[in-house]
Nanobody
Framework: EVQPVESGGGSVQTGGSLRLSCKIAGYTISRFCVAWFRQAPGKEREALAAVCSQEENLYYADSVRDRFTISRNNYQGTVYLQLNNLKFEDTAVYYC????????????????WGQGTQVTVSS
């Protein structure tokens, strides 16, 4: 079964950076559209970014486009999310998700989800 595994979360001060990793073992990661989401306490899940297809098409939510960068390493079977200039409101559990099927919207129809990694930003 396809199982994304996240890592790289932690505690950081405002203005700091983190790099999250999402590994999908046993599969060719370029087969999937892989996205990052987050969910803060009491809030709805929010789609952040995705990398899709062999051509590595990149998608971003407007709210994070200037600070977050998604990338993929096919050899390592890993998708990364670089978080820069972190703010208190970035505190959330960050999830990686994957799908192999087509979806009209880059943030929709993900079948496989990781367990999440906590990011905590403090002043």
């Amino acid at each position: 079964e396809v199982q994304p595994v996240e890592s790289g979360g932690g505690s950081v001060q405002t203005g700091g950076s983190l790099r999250l990793s999402c590994k999908i073992a046993g599969y060719t990661i370029s087969r999937f559209c892989v996205a990052w989401f987050r969910q803060a306490p009491g809030k709805e899940r929010e789609a952040l970014a995705a990398v899709c297809s062999q051509e590595e098409n990149l998608y971003y939510a407007d709210s994070v486009r200037d600070r977050f960068t998604i990338s993929r390493n096919n050899y390592q079977g890993t998708v990364y999310l670089q978080l820069n200039n972190l703010k208190f409101e970035d505190t959330a559990v960050y999830y990686c998700a994957a799908r192999a099927k087509f979806a009209r919207d880059w943030y929709a129809n993900y079948d496989y989800w990781g367990q999440g990694t906590q990011v905590t930003v403090s002043s």
